[in-house]
């Protein structure tokens, strides 16, 4: 009989006496948010809507979740890659957006899930990614926990597995020095969203 996947385990109770990869972003590194312009893009966010959010939102979260990508295509695929099929983003929704690079002031280290063996070394397998947000959810509450103390998690994006996402737990604003690119639809921005756009064939309507 074939062994099909199914849904991804419940963290284990070994967890905490693995050794997970820790990855380190240095001072002066710069991630990237693609997040509403009325917002503030540094933004931890306990909605419970989120594949790594704390579990525990609807009754009161003990930890929020920033979520940015290692360039501007994960941001992009992540935010504008819901749609399936035949992909096509508008323009409306691309100028309530913008881009913002996140100069950090201090040292990260992130629980390394996407680099080989990353997720073995956690007891893990890619569903992590692509599977349920309850379960990545319980997982996240139990890595922010890990004996490592990771300041976030390290993975790969679920709509381009070749992109590196990070989920950082909260923690000061001050950790980021946030410079705007403005929004994708800007003229400086036009080569980069055209290649964005070409990529991964999504259509501007």
């Known amino acids: 009989m074939i062994d099909l996947p199914g849904e991804h385990p419940l963290p284990h109770p070994e967890l905490p006496t693995q050794t997970p990869l820790i990855f380190t972003i240095k ?55 819901s749609t399936t099929g035949v992909p096509a983003v508008s323009g409306a929704y691309l100028d309530a957006r913008s881009i913002a690079k996140l100069e950090l002031t201090e040292e990260l280290r992130f629980i390394d899930l996407a680099s080989s063996g990353g997720l073995t070394h956690v007891g893990a397998d890619g569903r992590l990614f692509t599977g349920s947000y309850k379960v990545a959810q319980r997982w996240s509450a139990a890595l922010r926990l890990h004996p490592a103390k990771p300041d976030g998690l390290r993975y790969r994006s679920r709509h381009d597995p070749t992109r590196i996402a990070y989920a950082i737990f909260t923690r000061p604003h001050s950790t980021f020095n946030v410079s705007s690119m403005g929004s994708l639809t800007a003229y400086a921005n036009r080569g980069l969203l055209n290649e964005l756009l070409r990529d991964y064939n999504v259509d501007l309507i």
């Open 27 to 81: 001072v002066g590194e710069v991630l990237y948010r693609h997040h509403q312009t009325v917002n503030d893009p540094i933004h931890f966010g306990t909605s419970g809507l989120n594949r790594f959010d704390d579990p525990d939102c609807a009754t009161g979260a003990t930890f929020g979740v920033l979520y940015a990508g290692e360039d501007p295509h994960c941001c992009f695929i992540e935010s504008c890659g």
